[in-house]
């Protein structure tokens, strides 16, 4: 598979880094791995020049996604809440179900009885 590249229009491509950064951003904070960014990360992470990540930085801040803090730049709330969209949207796909597992509404996730039952029931002995 071909590696995505930013589009072509300046639009598209502020579209395009607002998503990826937001979803490092959101990504690094889940994980632990600090809250704090700055373009030298966004360069190691993303490939983003340092000069054009700066930049977007700049521009998610102006567009409320982003708080400049000492070192660097930091998720808002609403940054927060478009990195966490952001990021599941790009998961989906994997997050989902699999063929043959429950949802996240099944009602095997209310008991251990219904979760027995819910799981004989997928190995293919009926229910329980």
Avoid at 33 to 54: C, H, I, P, S, T
Avoid at 84 to 94: H, K, N, P, Q
Avoid at 109 to 125: D, I, K, M, P, T
């Amino acid at each position: 598979m071909d590696e995505l590249h930013p589009p072509k229009s300046e639009a598209l491509r502020a579209l395009y880094w607002r998503s990826e950064i937001l979803q490092l951003m959101y990504w690094l904070r889940g994980e632990g791995l600090g809250e704090v960014v700055d373009a030298a990360l966004l360069q190691r992470f993303l490939g983003v020049g340092a000069d054009v990540g700066v930049g977007y930085l700049g521009r998610l801040v102006t567009e409320g996604y982003l708080d400049a803090v000492d070192g660097g730049f930091v998720l808002s709330e609403s940054g927060l809440a478009e990195g966490r969209t952001e990021f599941a949207l790009s998961f989906a796909d994997l997050t989902r179900p699999a063929h043959g597992e429950c949802s996240a509404d099944c009602w095997c996730h209310n008991s251990v009885e219904e979760a027995l039952a819910c799981a004989a029931e997928r190995e293919g002995h009926g229910p329980a």
